[in-house]
């Protein structure tokens, strides 16, 4: 369904967004993270009692592809 726009003012537009003024069929915007975290970083709770002594968080990857985005 057309229609008329007026003024647009964009202030920013974040790696992940779609921008689109007019009639459009599909959007899917794509992004993707590679997250490190050790053991533990992600508990929640309360009363947590973690107790890890000598814990290693190994961050190599070789190939630096996991999963692309295409």
Avoid: E
């Avoid at 964009?10 to 997250?35: C, E, H, L, Q, R």
Wanted: no cysteine; aromatic share 8%; net charge neutral.
């Amino acid at each position: 369904m057309p229609a008329k726009v007026g003024a647009v003012k964009v202030n920013s537009i974040s790696s992940s967004s779609i921008f689109n003024i007019g009639d459009v069929y599909s959007m899917s915007p794509t992004s993707s993270a590679k997250t490190y975290a050790g053991g533990g970083s992600f508990n929640t709770g309360d009363g947590l009692r973690i107790n890890l002594n000598h814990s290693n968080t190994y961050v190599y990857d070789k190939d630096q592809i996991d999963q692309p985005t295409a």
